[in-house]
């Protein structure tokens, strides 16, 4: 991690504040690794893979927002989709109807916040470097809502995180209605057809 934060710095950037494992693969010295480098925050957790932070489930799950040894962790949220099955709130994974009732839902339960995951290769065709029109409209209809709700949504990158307040070890999941995760389905559907 040093090694890589010193060649971002000697490319120019200097203001790395947040670590994120790939495929979510951390555990409890990867978070006090990060803590050693300097950094503020991880989002390496997500309690969907059962080999995401194994050795820190113990300490209590991380469904949402808390401190360890002084280290922000900002695990991926999950919430029930339609069918009560367990998501987590990736761009290539959920529908749009889904992740914007899911926002609403995590607001009306005053979750601290709402984390979103996409990487760059979901905006195209698997093997191809053909856009995907499904998700790259999902993506776009997304930031849509998001930009005309900033109000009572904020968006903030890990530089710029607002304090979060702790959320009750009890406390419920967001969850979404049925025609939402239909419609995810549909969009599966159509993104398997050739274009």
Known sequence: MRRGLALLAEAGNREITAFRAGSFAANADTLTAVKACGLDVDSSLNMLYPYSGEDVRAEGDFYFPRERDGLKLLPMTVFRDGWGSLRHAQIGACGVAELCHAIENS????????????????MLRAGASQPDRVVAGRFERLCRFLGENRDSFPTAGLRSMPPLHDMPRDASLADVGRLATLRRFAGQAARRLPF
């Open 107 to 122: 607001a009306d339960r005053n979750h601290p916040c709402f984390t979103i995951l996409s990487h760059n290769f979901e």
